[in-house]
């Protein structure tokens, strides 16, 4: 065990037998993240009736906009990212995450703008916000009830959908992701129905419950994938684009939860330059120095890549899809035989589901819980990352 100056703490080699223990699990997680976590299906019910309570159907009467901007950062900003892989290359207007404060300057009356912040307050929703109504662009906005982004929507008489607030806003994905899109099924970008959310949370609930602290790592998919995990460095790829969702996502909070770096993205990128990473000194080269009638205990503790590959299993239609199925699924198998012949180890969850945000919940849930596991393998308190509260105030001053 470690503890820092700074605040931080834990153990820099994973404990396995602690992941069998629950009353360790919840010793190391005192603000309750595994509970957040299985908090997803309930999330997708709650927020559904939220925003069927903010009146979004008002949104379609002045037509279809130009153009909708998603602003917020961290989990606020992979909604935007979500809205735009459900809305597809046939969606009949540009769907755009915007990461900054403010909006593109291009913004105007004809757009629409859903400004997306887990507390309510991030400068990057705020700002957006205000910056829609001083242009005249219809304003949704996403957040936690009774803050200063619902101030700023009800100074303009915008739709407005409280979402409870659960920290850290990792925890919230699917609360501030369904609200984006009964914004956006309402302007007439997404076809998304009441089967699709009762589904995806059924899916999330599912998870949650072969993921649950008790269940042993033989049998908990998320414990199995931590523990495989545990000191590599991960390299997270989508084969398509809901995929490649998933896999930022599984960056985000293997960074955030477990303090892990993490090399994340699409498929299609990475056969154009970071496959590479498997030939090199993490990858095949560090495999090819191992002897392997060794013991594994003798030998010297070397960092090493670990592929996770998120794949969509060719189930989204052909003709609504940037590529054919087929050559997704070739690429995902080339890159698991890739890996095999250098002897880097690969994990890979493979989505269910009949529509794509329940396929996106299947890419989603056991990886979510994985980062946890692993942060706790480390005693790591997945809920208080001493880092980004120093960040805010350093930054903020």
Same mark, same amino acid.
């Given at each position: 065990?470690?503890?820092?100056?700074?605040?931080?703490?834990?153990?820099?080699?994973?404990?396995?037998?602690?992941?069998?223990?629950?009353?360790?699990?919840?010793?190391?997680?005192?603000?309750?993240?595994?509970?957040?976590?299985?908090?997803?299906?309930?999330?997708?019910?709650?927020?559904?009736?939220?925003?069927?309570?903010?009146?979004?159907?008002?949104?379609?009467?002045?037509?279809?906009?130009?153009?909708?901007?998603?602003?917020?950062?961290?989990?606020?900003?992979?909604?935007?990212?979500?809205?735009?892989?459900?809305?597809?290359?046939?969606?009949?207007?540009?769907?755009?995450?915007?990461?900054?404060?403010?909006?593109?300057?291009?913004?105007?009356?004809?757009?629409?703008?859903?400004?997306?912040?887990?507390?309510?307050?991030?400068?990057?929703?705020?700002?957006?916000?205000?910056?829609?109504?001083?242009?005249?662009?219809?304003?949704?906005?996403?957040?936690?009830?009774?803050?200063?982004?619902?101030?700023?929507?009800?100074?303009?008489?915008?739709?407005?959908?409280?979402?409870?607030?659960?920290?850290?806003?990792?925890?919230?994905?699917?609360?501030?992701?369904?609200?984006?899109?009964?914004?956006?099924?309402?302007?007439?970008?997404? $076809?998304?129905?009441?089967?699709?959310?009762?589904?995806?949370?059924?899916?999330?609930?599912?998870?949650?419950?072969?993921?649950?602290?008790?269940?042993?790592?033989?049998?908990?998919?998320? $414990?199995?994938?931590?523990?495989?995990?545990?000191?590599?460095?991960?390299?997270?790829?989508?084969?398509?684009?809901?995929?490649?969702?998933?896999?930022?996502?599984?960056?985000?909070?293997?960074?955030?939860?477990?303090?892990?770096?993490?090399?994340?993205?699409?498929?299609?990128?990475?056969?154009?330059?970071?496959?590479?990473?498997?030939?090199?000194?993490?990858?095949?080269?560090?495999?090819?120095?191992?002897?392997?009638?060794?013991?594994?205990?003798?030998?010297?503790?070397?960092?090493?890549?670990?592929?996770?590959?998120?794949?969509?299993?060719?189930?989204?239609?052909?003709?609504?899809?940037?590529?054919?199925?087929?050559?997704?699924?070739?690429?995902?198998?080339?890159?698991?035989?890739?890996?095999?012949?250098?002897?880097?180890?690969?994990?890979?969850?493979?989505?269910?589901?009949?529509?794509?945000?329940?396929?996106?919940?299947?890419?989603?849930?056991?990886?979510?819980?994985?980062?946890?596991?692993?942060?706790?393998?480390?005693?790591?308190?997945?809920?208080?990352?001493?880092?980004?509260?120093?960040?805010?105030?350093?930054?903020?001053?």
């Amino acid at each position: 065990m470690m503890e820092g100056s700074a605040g931080v703490s834990g153990q820099r080699v994973a404990d396995e037998a602690l992941l069998d223990d629950a009353t360790a699990l919840a010793e190391f997680d005192p603000g309750g993240m595994l509970r957040s976590t299985a908090s997803a299906g309930a999330q997708v019910r709650e927020s559904a009736a939220l925003a069927a309570e903010a009146n979004l159907a008002g949104l379609g009467d002045e037509g279809r906009p130009r153009a909708v901007v998603i602003a917020g950062v961290g989990t606020a900003g992979r909604t935007g990212d979500v809205l735009a892989t459900v809305a597809g290359p046939r969606c009949p207007v540009p769907v755009i995450p915007h990461r900054s404060a403010g909006v593109p300057g291009w913004v105007g009356a004809a757009d629409v703008v859903i400004a997306v912040s887990a507390s309510g307050r991030s400068p990057e929703a705020l700002g957006a916000a205000e910056a829609a109504a001083r242009r005249g662009a219809r304003l949704v906005a996403v957040g936690a009830p009774d803050s200063e982004l619902q101030s700023v929507a009800s100074r303009v008489r915008a739709p407005f959908v409280p979402v409870p607030r659960r920290a850290p806003a990792r925890a919230s994905l699917w609360g501030l992701v369904v609200p984006v899109l009964l914004a956006a099924r309402a302007l007439g970008l997404v $076809k998304v129905n009441e089967a699709d959310f009762a589904e995806t949370a059924a899916r999330l609930d599912a998870d949650a419950d072969r993921c649950r602290p008790t269940a042993e790592s033989f049998v908990n998919p998320a $414990k199995s994938l931590a523990l495989g995990l545990a000191g590599s460095i991960p390299v997270v790829w989508g084969s398509s684009p809901l995929a490649t969702v998933a896999a930022r996502r599984f960056g985000d909070t293997l960074s955030a939860n477990a303090r892990y770096p993490v090399v994340a993205g699409a498929l299609g990128e990475a056969g154009r330059g970071r496959v590479g990473l498997l030939d090199g000194v993490f990858g095949g080269l560090g495999e090819a120095a191992r002897d392997i009638f060794a013991d594994p205990d003798d030998e010297p503790d070397g960092t090493r890549l670990r592929v996770v590959l998120l794949r969509d299993g060719g189930l989204n239609a052909a003709d609504d899809a940037d590529e054919p199925p087929a050559v997704e699924e070739r690429r995902a198998d080339a890159v698991q035989t890739l890996a095999e012949r250098r002897g880097v180890r690969c994990d890979v969850v493979t989505a269910e589901g009949g529509s794509a945000l329940e396929r996106l919940a299947s890419l989603t849930a056991v990886p979510d819980f994985a980062s946890v596991y692993l942060a706790l393998a480390h005693r790591l308190d997945p809920m208080a990352v001493p880092a980004i509260t120093e960040m805010k105030e350093l930054s903020n001053q």
